[in-house]
């Protein structure tokens, strides 16, 4: 060992590694969950088919962070920004340009797409803690830039905009909040089957390599470069996309709709639904969703405690997320069965 | 001119503030190799306290103090329960670990003291500082207290045993350990130290950003920004670089025409990404080599 | 006369992978033992092991002490200073700031200050550079910092990994030279880890030879010397 080696840094892996194959669910239930998010709502009150709306659109969001560290082993604490730009997107095309509903949300994608992308790039030279620092930045800028007076004119600075809800289309006989969620649940499939096909195919393996050893997957010649910020581009474009849908659900965008603590929220759902693993995401969800609710029922600002306390939790007794509770229960029926 | 000299004064006293919070967001990197997002609202609770023990009746000095040596023992409590036990996990893990204590204590600020706005009072008036208009006597005592901080600090880390166990420990725990310096203790020393910074940070900005549990996201962000700036492995650097942030922030403010209070964050954001692209290792950090 | 290190049945491991099979010596107060062996043998890990660096199990007992189940901090406080590999040199403090760290954990004041005084007549270099970061100094003087490092905590046992690593052949024989003064002088018993064993026998009284994680000779180290076997694989002659 030389003396220039001393001041080295071996830095411990950002992520635990997550084989492919454990990142998905098996079909039959895929299957079962899938019959279960279609039947429900025809069951259940508006406000609940509201919530199970919102609960779609923010898997996305988590998916699409998922995508991102537990795919390619990079950070964001930032996602609640790339969101607020995909629901502004939606919100400004739906009520300045009078766009439909429908297509503003490639729309969304598409320029979160780009501006992960170029967030992306500096993000290059930057690993770790110092992705989480530029990303947490971010996210905490974000509500300003959103109020700053030079875009008022179409942000409608601090009082926000009004969405108006679209109805369902072809004279369907539907109320409009289902309308909307078996929309979002198309489009959330739809991603998806996107998103495990893209883990699974030589992008998904380029991804992988770099968050397992960069440094290997650069021999190997994968460009590393370019996946880390197709990564976050990716990422950032269905994050978007949920931002819209949440922009069309919830009828209104402000600027303090997006802070700080939607980025926490995202992040804490990814990892309670289990770094890595697709279908988490709607675990993670359902938390983030419910959670603050049921807390915040009992004491106004409980929530960030029980938020951070559980979180805690997850990290020292399930540091897999629901992953680990999915395969300790898988294990258990097979025991029950057999015995 | 007076204008001029005005801003760059007002700068160099919320710099102290940044160069509090960027000491101690340093302080645990040293010894961690992670980013204590938590530490604003670690500063926050320890503000609270505080004020807490004021509402009581103990004098300001007294409560100063006092916040001091909780906070102190509040840090190590921390490092003990949470994240002795994350030291061989995950950076993810790691991360989560500070956003969760973020989460928490900003909750329970917010729980106990509520979340409206308070007062918080300072000890050295707000009258001009020796009759002249450039600067206020509170300004005058951040800029005070600061600089006798980082002067007990600095000889307290040149000139005592236990901080020169604590300099080994953060650059070579190893070799540390092989001259019997107990490691372990020295991060949760460090942990204890910057809490109590950042403590003082918290009580010196409070009469301007008012107290509530919030107070301190702008002022973390320009901590980061700071330490960032300054080089993340270099404590003196931290310090520098709070100065010239909290400089830089009220110049461009006051000259650079549409920026006003309004894009503070932003220009904080746009500050830590250009040096990270620019400048990784900071003005004074040691370069990072990677080990393959 | 009863061993003052005494190591039975090491045997230590990397995460899976084992290194060191079983491995039993002792050595005797006063000594100066050579522990030889080839790249990858478990001479590194054998030291390691002794400060708990490394997961192993096995007995091993300091002055009748065991030593299992001890943070490396304070085996190190019993009066086991371990030269590393590489030195292990706080390059970015001074050389007087590393001779102190030493003595850290230490508590008599007084004869720490002699003691640095008398390193600086051990090692004269140090002298004249005590002010400057120790990262500037050259390997060799590098290597002498560590070992007045190691002296400062007024060990009864200095273990050193390599200390010929990278250094002129002229600087090696000074520094054994000097480790063979003290090991006289001060009476502390010196357990060397060595590549260069021409030298390492030259100035150790006993040796070991390792190959992959076992002893396989032992004795004196004259006897050591001159046994065909060794000096066809590391004497090379």
Known sequence: MSAATEDAVTEAPAVEAVPKRAMTLGLGTSLAVLAALVIAPLFVKNFIIFQMTMLLIYALAVLALNILTGGSGQFSLGQSAFYAVGAYTSAILMEHVGMNYALTLPIAGIICFAFGFVFGQPALRLSGVYLALATFALAVAMPQLLKLGFFEHWTGGVQGLVVTKPDAPFGLKMSQDMWLYYFTLAISIGIYVASVNLLRSRSGRAFMAIRDNEIAASAMGVNVALYKTLAFGVSAGITGIAGGLGAIAVQFVAPDGYTITLAISLFLGMVVGGVGWLPGSIVGSAFIIFVPNIAESISKGLSGAVFGVLLFIVIFLVPHGARQVAIVAQQLIGKLRKG | MELFTNQVLAGIATGAIYACMALAVVMIYQAIDHLNFAQGEMAMFSTFISWQLMQWGIPYWWAFLLTLIISFAGGILIERLLFKPLAKAPVLTNVAGFIALFAIVNSVAGLTWDFTIKQYPTPFGSSPFLGSQLISTHQAGMIGVTVGLLIALYLFFQFTRIGLAMRAAAALPESARLVGVNTSWMIALGWGMASAIGAIAGILIAPVVFLEPNMMGGVLIYGFAAAVLGGLTSPLGAVLGGFLVGVFENLAGTYIPGVGNELKLPIALALIITVLVVKPAGLMGRPIVKRV | ?237
Do not use: W
């Open chain 3, 1 to 237: 006369m009863t061993a003052m290190l005494n190591v039975k049945d090491l045997r230590a491991y990397y995460g899976q992978v084992q290194a060191l099979h079983g491995l039993s010596f002792a050595l005797n107060e006063g000594s100066l033992t050579t522990l030889l062996g080839a790249n990858g043998a478990g001479k590194t890990t054998t030291l390691r092991a002794i400060c708990n660096m490394v997961r192993s199990t096995g007995a091993i007992e300091f002055e009748g002490k065991a030593l299992s189940g001890k943070s490396t901090e304070n085996i190190v406080r019993l009066g086991i200073a371990h030269v590393p590999q590489g030195r292990g040199t706080f390059t970015t403090m001074t050389v007087e700031e590393n001779l102190q760290l030493g003595a850290i954990t230490r508590t008599d004041k007084k004869n720490i200050v002699d003691d640095i005084e008398r390193m600086y007549a051990h090692f004269p270099v140090l002298k004249e550079r005590y002010t400057q970061q120790a990262g500037t100094l050259s390997g060799g003087e590098q290597q002498m910092l560590a070992v007045a490092r190691a002296l400062m905590l007024r060990p009864r046992l200095m273990l050193l990994d390599e200390p010929s690593f990278g250094l002129a052949p002229l600087i090696v024989r000074d520094l054994f030279k000097i480790l063979g003064k003290i090991n006289r002088e001060e009476k502390v018993t010196i357990l060397v880890v060595e590549q260069n064993a021409q030298l390492a026998l030259e100035l150790a009284d006993q040796a070991y030879v390792i190959e992959t994680g076992k002893i396989v000779m032992s004795g004196n180290a004259k006897e050591i010397a001159s046994n065909e076997d060794v000096r066809k694989s590391y004497l090379g002659y």
